[in-house]
């Protein structure tokens, strides 16, 4: 089998979805470049051309070849990597995958899939973002050897976890107040800099602007983060977790319950405001370091601080033995 491309969508897909989410900022800055002829604002306009160009060359550097039992997979667009997977041997070279499809994608009928490899230096995965239904079931029946599980599911053995769930007036409460809300508005105040007249907030049109630029964001941000949680959904098989997010993009991940060597606990600003942590899987081969591969997936993104440790107990009984002995120790060393 020669080395095969995505559907020749990847383009229509990656394009669409890059001036939905950045054409308001992209396309005025046509108009600003001559305007402002400055040199941040080029480098700005430089710096979204560039995005465009990556997308375009991208294609041409991501493919996969099924030979027997060996998938190969080439991707980079200046270091290319070439990697064969052996299906047998799966088990120690994957960490996970999983299969989605975003508005985008579900626009133009194709499906994508992420590939994540244990022992990675980095994050990201082997993506695939526009895949034909034949393409996806090729790739699906190769990667069937690491996660079997999908039969579980089908058969409707998987049980909700409902803590994983989260109410309408928590997404409501952290939204408003999110990092990334703060962030966006810290860089508005400083727009004042750039443009004198937004400084007269007694004059009507610039009054007018601020309310558009706050509250529009303040909208966006809420939605974002209903997207993000209205759906989200932990169930569990015998052997596995499986994280759904089923509202603009259809995503089943499953993830082994062997594959987790940790977990990472946070509780940004918004969520300490409201007694609230998110648990994610640290995914990584047990044989090696864990510091070298952290495939980050959420399982509990709003879960209240007071079910912390139930839900230790429960779901991951040896992390929680170790979390119990860190705290001992961290409070002995205080008290020392």
């Given amino acids: 089998m020669k080395a095969r491309h995505q ?9 669409t979805e890059f001036f939905v989410r950045n054409g ?19 480098l700005l306009f430089l710096g979204y051309t560039g995005s465009l160009i ?11 070849r099924i030979e027997a039992d060996t ?12 990697l064969d997977l052996k299906q047998t041997e799966l088990s120690h070279t994957l960490s996970n995958f999983r299969v989605e499809q975003t508005i985008y994608q579900k626009l133009f009928r194709t499906q994508g899939i992420q590939i994540y490899l244990n022992n990675s230096t980095t994050e990201e995965a082997i993506e695939f973002f526009a895949l034909t239904p034949e393409q996806l079931a090729q790739l699906q029946e190769f990667l069937a050897a690491f996660q079997p599980a999908a039969k579980i599911v089908a058969e409707n ?8 769930q989260v109410d309408f007036l928590t997404i409501v409460k952290t939204g408003l107040i999110s990092t990334r809300y703060l962030a966006y508005l810290a860089l508005v105040f400083q727009l004042k800099e750039q443009f004198p007249r937004l400084k007269l ?15 529009g964001a303040l909208l966006f941000n809420l939605a974002h983060h209903y997207i993000s949680f209205a759906k989200f959904s932990l169930w569990e098989t015998e052997q596995n977790f499986i994280v759904k997010n089923h509202f603009f993009t259809a995503d089943q ?8 060597v940790g977990l990472e606990l946070t509780s940004e600003f918004n969520r300490r405001l409201f007694k609230l942590t998110c648990i994610t899987a640290i995914l990584a081969n047990s044989d090696a370091d864990q510091d070298e591969n952290r495939s980050k997936n959420f399982l509990f993104p709003l879960l209240p601080t007071h079910d912390l440790l139930p839900t230790l107990a429960r779901y991951f009984p040896q992390i929680r033995a170790n979390f119990l002995s860190f705290q001992a120790t961290a409070l002995s060393c205080a008290i020392g």
């Fill in 54 to 64: 990556a997308i375009f060359l991208r294609y041409f550097a991501t493919t996969y």
């Fill in 253 to 260: 991940n499953t993830i082994p319950k062997t594959a987790i």
């Fill in 201 to 215: 907030f007694f004059d009507p049109t610039a009054l007018w602007f601020w309310v558009v630029l706050v509250s």
């Fill in 24 to 42: 308001l900022i992209y396309l005025p800055l046509l108009v600003l470049i001559f305007i402002f002829p400055n040199f941040w604002t080029l």
């Fill in 71 to 82: 998938l190969t997979l080439t991707t980079g667009i200046i270091a290319k990597t070439t």
């Fill in 7 to 15: 559907s020749v969508k990847y383009f229509a897909v990656k394009y």
């Fill in 157 to 164: 053995k998987a049980r909700l976890i409902e803590k994983s």
